[in-house]
């Protein structure tokens, strides 16, 4: 589990790395009944207070997505929610639409921003095909 | 569960004309790792020797580990581990001779600790103090400050001088050789962001009194731009504490502290507005020289 910490950012650490958990496991790189490191050992890893990590780990526990074992740790959950991945739906569009207010600010049409989506549709493609 | 472990009252500190100490006050609780941020010359080290009773305050109280700093100095002594700003150690001696010199001071000295320590920060015992390097003499400072087992440790400007992989690792070693021994930490910084990943609570210290004390958390979630962009500023609201005003040609920012409360009044009067997030340097500068005396910060609404 690679984690990274943005120093400087606006957003509180630990939610940093609770979206970071989560993210990796509804993008199944981590999956169901993974260990994840211990709270002492994380801490030290990313170099983070031992209660931001307790916190991210009870905060996902209580969502679902992590699974506190008493006494043998911490693991991905059986069945990760499926109201999370609604939520980071739901920002997601929140960002897109961010992104296409900024397109048109800038003075693109919406031809040109379709076509923007076209090739980006179509490099992923590409480069899903080269990997496959 | 969890109890004061030290408590300053109303100090108050000048050097000839120069106000340094101005009804300082602030708690700290066991085990956590407070960290107190300010400029250069905010009063951290005079602070911070105030706890140590190495000066006397013209005024105030203060208690640490249930003793009075300036009356059983010793006492503080034995129980605190201290490294001092920019502390200097005879250059002359060995990384050996300065441990068995300082361990002289003190009852319950851990030898066998002093050892793992050693290891661990990959100090060379042989070694002569003048030519370790900085941020090794930092590691030296703090392997003495730690090997009489503190209750308390108290670090003036530890990370001065280190280089950003030095500082990580000292902060790592924060959290695997305090924190995770239930030692409450007291330390004075000015990087903002090494501190954040560390900190329980922050103190932001200006001109000698403590504007805010709270978790970096708190303070990312209380402390936030708020945009209007035109029309009538919602300046009629009592609920918002602002920390600092700036107009724009159209666009009036205010920084509040209370966000939350700001959020649901302004809510409530259905008045539109965009809020910025703001990270700690910005949280920082907004109340050490943020001007919230604009004309905009009174009860009346007012046009943008």
């Known amino acids: ?132 | 569960m969890s109890s004061t472990v030290l408590n300053v009252s109303r100090l108050y500190k000048s050097y000839g004309q120069q106000q340094v100490l101005k009804e300082l006050s602030f708690s700290v609780e066991q085990g956590q790792i407070v960290a107190m941020l300010g400029r250069n010359g905010a009063g951290k080290t005079t602070t911070i020797r105030s706890l140590m009773g190495l000066i006397e305050p013209d005024s105030g109280e203060i208690d640490v580990l249930g003793f009075s700093p300036l009356e059983q100095p010793l006492e503080i002594r034995k129980r605190i581990g201290y490294l001092a700003e920019d502390q200097q150690m005879y250059g002359w001696m060995t990384v050996l001779e300065t441990i068995q010199f300082v361990s002289a001071f003190y009852e319950q000295w851990d030898h066998k600790l002093v050892q793992s320590l050693l290891e661990q920060f990959e100090l060379p015992p042989g070694a002569k103090v003048k030519s370790l390097s900085k941020g090794q003499n930092v590691r030296l400072g703090l392997l003495l400050a730690l090997a009489h087992h503190p209750q308390m440790v108290i670090l003036d400007d530890p990370v001065l001088g280190l280089d950003p992989i030095m500082r990580k690792e000292f902060n790592r070693d924060l959290i695997t050789h305090l924190q995770a021994e239930n030692c409450t930490v007291l330390y004075s910084s000015h990087l903002l962001y090494e501190v954040e990943p560390i900190a329980d609570v922050v103190m932001i210290l200006h001109e000698g009194c403590i504007l805010r004390q709270a978790s970096t958390e708190e303070l990312k979630a209380d402390v936030k731009r708020v945009i209007f962009s035109s029309g009538i500023a919602p300046l009629g609201i009592h609920q918002m504490r602002v920390i600092d005003a700036q107009q724009r040609s159209h666009h009036l920012a205010l920084t509040v502290e209370n966000f939350q409360e700001t959020e649901t009044e302004l809510d409530q009067r259905g008045i539109s507005y965009e809020v910025q997030d703001l990270n700690l340097d910005e949280i920082f500068e907004a109340y050490i020289i943020g001007d919230p005396k604009l004309p905009f910060n009174h009860q009346e609404p007012v046009e943008v």
């Open chain 1, 1 to 132: 589990m690679f984690l990274r910490i943005e120093k400087g950012s606006a957003v509180p650490i630990s939610r940093q790395i609770s979206t970071q958990i989560t993210a990796l496991c509804l993008s199944e790189q981590l999956h169901p009944g993974d260990k994840l490191p211990s709270v002492r050992e994380l801490a030290r890893e990313l170099a983070v207070n031992q209660n931001t990590i307790l916190r991210v780990y009870e905060k996902l526990t209580s969502e679902g997505i992590l699974d506190k074992r008493h006494g043998a740790g911490t693991y991905v959950a059986d069945s990760p929610p499926i109201k999370q991945l609604k939520e980071q739906r739901e920002q997601f569009y929140e960002e897109w639409q961010q992104l296409v207010r900024q397109g048109l600010l800038l003075g693109l049409t919406k031809k040109e921003l379709k076509q923007l989506l076209e090739t980006a549709l179509a490099s992923e493609a590409a480069e899903v095909s080269t990997v496959s």
